[in-house]
C-alpha cells in the first residue's frame, strides 16, 4: 500500500448538533498518527456527539472531517462505508451480541468484508483474541464475561480487520481500577507495537494521564475547544484555569458524574 504523509484525522470548521440546536462549534483540530488523543470535557458537552461525527455516523451542520486525507463528509454512500471500514471502533460495554460467542463476534466483520476463508477465519479470530489477552475463550456467551473481559472483546472485534485507526467510547466506565489499568496497557501496546492511531473518549483522569499523547478538552458554554495540547503540559500551564481545575482532583469531584458499574453486556 502506498505511504500517506499528514494527519489521520482533520477536523476544519466543524459545527455539530442535533437539528437545530447546535452543540459544539466551528472546531479545528488534528489527530496525527500513531497518537493516543483523548476527547475531554464536563457531562453533556459533546463528547459523543462529536465522536459519532467523526466516525460517519451523523451528517455536521457544517465544516468537514476528513479520514486518512478523504472527506468522510463529503463520500457518497459507497465511498463513505469504504472509508468507515478502515478504523475500528469499540462502545461502552463491548456492544457484542449477546447471542453469539465471542469467537463470532469477532468473526463477524471478516465475514461481511473479506473473502477469507473459514479456517482463515478461525485463525485470525483466535489471534486477535490472543492480542486482548482473551485466548481460549472463544466459545464464550457475552453474558459469562466480566465488564473487562466484554471491553477487551469488543476491541478483539474493532481489531479484526486490522485498522491503522481506532475509537474507544469510554474505555474504562464501570470497570475497577485494576482492570482499567490493564485496559490501558493494552491500548499503548497498540499504538507501540502496531503504531496504531487511538482516538478515545474519556472520563478518567489516571486514565488520561497514562496513555494520552494530546488531549482536546470541550467546553459545554462556549460549545468550542478551550485547550489543545500534552495533559500534563495543559494541566501545568494552561491559562484557562477552567481547563487546570478540570485536569487536577477539584474538577472531577465538581464537574463529571463517576459511571455507573457496567456488568452487562449488550
Ligand atoms: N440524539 C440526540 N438528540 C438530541 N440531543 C442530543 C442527542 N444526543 C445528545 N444530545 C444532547 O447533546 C449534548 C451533548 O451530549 P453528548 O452525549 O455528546 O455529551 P457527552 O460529553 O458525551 O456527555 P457525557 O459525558 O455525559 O456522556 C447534550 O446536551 C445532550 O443532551
Given at each position: 500500500m ?29 489527530v ?21 461525527h467523526?466516525?460517519g455516523?451523523?451528517a ?30 469499540t ?19 471478516l ?8 479456517k ?16 481460549g ?7 459469562e ?13 474493532a ?54 499523547d494530546?488531549?482536546?478538552?470541550l ?48
Amino acid at each position: 500500500m502506498e505511504k500517506r504523509t499528514g494527519p489521520e484525522i482533520e477536523v476544519r470548521s466543524l459545527t455539530i448538533g442535533y437539528g437545530n440546536k447546535v452543540v459544539l462549534k466551528d472546531l479545528n483540530f488534528q489527530v496525527e498518527s500513531g497518537e493516543i488523543f483523548c476527547i475531554l470535557g464536563g457531562s453533556g458537552c459533546g463528547k459523543s456527539t462529536l465522536l459519532k461525527h467523526i466516525i460517519g455516523l451523523y451528517a455536521p451542520q457544517k465544516g468537514d472531517i476528513l479520514i486518512q486525507g478523504d472527506s468522510i463528509v463529503q463520500a457518497d454512500e459507497r465511498h463513505r462505508r469504504e472509508i468507515m471500514r478502515r478504523f475500528g471502533v469499540t462502545y461502552q460495554g463491548g456492544a457484542l451480541f449477546s447471542s453469539m460467542s465471542l469467537a463470532e463476534n469477532v468473526a463477524l466483520p471478516l465475514e461481511e468484508y473479506t473473502q477469507l476463508s473459514a479456517k482463515e477465519i478461525a485463525r485470525t479470530v483466535e489471534e486477535k483474541l490472543r492480542l486482548v489477552d482473551l485466548a481460549g475463550f472463544g466459545n464464550y456467551m457475552p453474558a459469562e464475561l466480566s465488564g473487562g473481559m466484554a471491553k477487551r472483546a469488543g476491541l478483539a472485534r474493532a481489531l479484526a480487520l486490522n485498522p491503522k485507526l481506532l475509537f474507544f467510547d469510554e474505555p474504562s466506565a464501570g470497570l475497577d481500577p485494576i482492570t482499567s489499568a490493564e485496559l490501558d496497557r493494552l491500548l499503548l501496546r497498540l499504538r507501540d507495537q502496531f503504531g496504531s492511531t487511538i482516538v478515545v473518549v474519556t472520563h478518567e483522569l489516571d486514565s488520561v494521564f497514562t496513555i494520552a499523547d494530546r488531549v482536546i478538552m470541550l467546553d459545554k458554554e462556549t460549545k468550542s475547544i478551550v485547550a489543545d495540547g500534552p495533559p500534563v503540559l495543559l494541566r501545568d500551564t494552561s491559562p484557562n484555569e477552567k481547563v487546570r481545575a478540570f485536569l487536577t482532583r477539584d474538577g472531577l469531584k465538581s464537574d463529571v458524574p463517576r459511571e455507573p458499574q457496567i456488568t452487562e453486556v449488550s
